[in-house]
């Protein structure tokens, strides 16, 4: 099973990691990687910020927005001849793709024939801007939200995933999930622990329960499986404090599932991906949709190689 990953960068250094790691990814799992840079020309449009004439016609701001989107697409001829001197030498298929349009509904529309998304970001929980600015959010946070695929968000360099930590909710189990995430962990020779989080509304006992989840997914039968019942405690907290304390000879990689609310994703715990990303200091974080039934990875089950 060749597996393909999609890989949307830019100049930043969060990317740089993100691209290290997916070509590490793919060489053990002989995995494609398809890199993408989206020159975001509504980004520039709402930038220059063209009206309708008034005190002066349209001409100066269209002559702008031009000069602007030529500025951005020398820059992305710049990160994709870099990409693809960098790929050269690592013995990784893949192509690099140059899209002109709205970032997310570029990648978006990309989606579909891949079967992971990898992607940096910069964590920003301690932004101090005046009241009056709007803090948008960033791509990552955005697409955490849209991305209908596995996607795996890097935020610190990565040469080895130790242990899938798995994070969900008492109430709601999906056992297929749960074994395509116990699959994902044995095919890049981690560990994986499952910790389950109560909400309340969950009656049933926490010996009972570990016992009715193991006899429906078997395989679970010697993982690690914590609950978590005290009530009033913040789930994300939680979960950060457990991969902090796991973290030994490689990167805990935190396993959030996430559902299709309607207009955007919600993660099983209780709070939205893009808040998760700005309030937990993670290195990885893998938003996992339930409703995606492919398994990742290969069944190779050796250790990820370190990134040279």
Not at 171 to 176: A, F, Y
Not at 195 to 217: C, I, W, Y
Request: charged share 20%.
């Amino acid at each position: 099973m060749n597996g393909q990953i999609l890989l949307p960068f830019t100049g930043s250094q969060e990317s740089l990691y993100a691209i290290e790691f997916a070509w590490a990814l793919a060489k053990q799992t002989k995995s494609t990687v398809n890199a993408q840079h989206v020159v975001n020309v509504h980004g520039a449009l709402e930038f220059v910020g063209i009206e309708r004439p008034g005190i002066v016609g349209s001409g100066p701001y269209l002559g702008a927005y031009e000069t602007v989107c030529q500025s951005l697409r020398d820059i992305a001829e710049k990160l994709a001849d870099s990409y693809a001197a960098r790929a050269e030498g690592q013995q990784v298929e893949g192509e690099v793709f140059v899209d002109d349009g709205e970032t997310v509904g570029e990648i978006c529309k990309r989606l579909s024939n891949h079967d992971l998304v990898v992607m940096g970001h910069r964590q920003r929980n301690e932004l101090a801007l005046p009241n009056c600015q709007t803090v948008r959010l960033s791509l990552a946070e955005l697409l955490s939200h849209y991305s209908s695929i596995p996607l795996l968000i890097i935020q610190r360099p990565i040469t080895q995933i130790s242990e899938l930590a798995v994070f969900c909710s008492m109430d709601h189990i999906n056992t297929q999930w749960l074994r395509n995430c116990l699959a994902a962990a044995k095919a890049i020779g981690a560990s994986c622990s499952l910790t389950f989080f109560a909400s309340g509304a969950h009656e049933e006992e926490p010996m009972n329960f570990v016992r009715d989840l193991k006899q429906a997914l078997p395989e679970s039968k010697d993982i690690r499986i914590r609950l978590v019942t005290r009530m009033g405690e913040c789930a994300p907290q939680i979960c950060e404090h457990h991969l902090r304390g796991e973290s030994t000879d490689g990167t805990v990689l935190a396993v959030i599932p996430t559902m299709d609310s309607g207009d955007q994703r919600i993660t099983g715990i209780g709070e939205s991906p893009s808040n998760m990303l700005r309030r937990l200091d993670f290195d990885a974080v893998l938003f996992w949709p339930e409703e995606s039934t492919n398994p990742l990875f290969c069944s190779k089950p050796t250790s990820l190689a370190a990134v040279s």
